[in-house]
């Protein structure tokens, strides 16, 4: 087992968990959206993203809390997202996890000194002007995450 030195720790420096996204069949969206309200999540965001990710995303608040719920329905056939639905049998389901840093180039940096498997070759623009980058469910081959994980870095002042 190979250990992380410090520094690269320290510059990755994980804050919290962000979001937990879960894609959504197309058409499926407003009725997932409107069954977490009734579960008391409130909506805070509502975006298409498009180039590489070609998704319709909400995000939906827990309390009062940091974490989010992010709902993902793909916009087209060539969305990651629908070929993950299209992978699990037609139906939506968890597609990833998402921590928090304060600095996504000095994390992104960090990771790839470390050994990490990254999916984007830098960290990018994701939706609501945050920076973001994704990490290989089997990073780490040693120790392989098994599921697909996204660093986000929120604008600044937030």
Known sequence: MTAIPMELEKAIAIQFVDHIAISV???ALEGQVEA??????????????????QVREVLLQIGDGPNLIQLLEPLNADSPVQKLIERNGGRGGFAHIAFRVENA?????????????????APRKGSRGTTVFFVHPKSRAENPFGMLIEIVEEPSGK
């Open 105 to 121: 180039q000095e994390a992104y940096d960090a990771m790839v000194a470390a050994g990490f498997n990254m999916i984007d070759k």
């Open 36 to 53: 977490y309200k009734l579960l008391g999540f409130s909506e805070l965001h509502r975006e298409e993203v498009l180039g590489t990710d």
């Open 25 to 27: 069949p197309q058409g």
